[in-house]
């Protein structure tokens, strides 16, 4: 999913959002999307390197998200996490369980245009 649908669930499921809901809705994402930033490259050059791995795909991981010790925000993580399960198709399909190998390919993909 793209940012803006991230919040706009978020901000339907969860009542009284604040600034922290807004970054914790999207934060799973923010370390991938810095480091491509950093390195000028695309989400398809990374795919299946230790980068990819350590900046996508462990914060993407369920297990992460107990790193957080607030109960909302815990949620809101998880919300993201789901919503990427349902929406992250083929190459890109969620690992949430990590270390576990089990992916789940997602049902939909909003983003197959890009």
């Not at 970054?23 to 990819?52: H, R």
């Not at 993201?80 to 576990?100: G, S, Y």
Request: aromatic share 20%.
């Amino acid at each position: 999913m793209l940012w803006h649908e991230h919040i706009l669930v978020t901000w339907a499921c969860f009542n009284d959002f604040s600034m922290w809901d807004l970054f914790y809705c999207i934060a799973p994402d923010i370390p991938m999307v810095l480091f491509l930033s950093m390195m000028n490259c695309s989400w398809k050059e990374m795919k299946g390197t230790w980068p990819y791995f350590v900046f996508y795909e462990i914060p993407h991981s369920a297990g992460f998200c107990l790193l957080i010790d607030n109960k909302r925000y815990q949620k809101i993580w998880l919300l993201h996490i789901l919503l990427d399960i349902l929406t992250h198709v083929d190459e890109f399909a969620m690992r949430p369980f990590l270390p576990l190998e089990f992916r789940v390919n997602g049902i939909w993909d909003p983003v197959g245009w890009i």
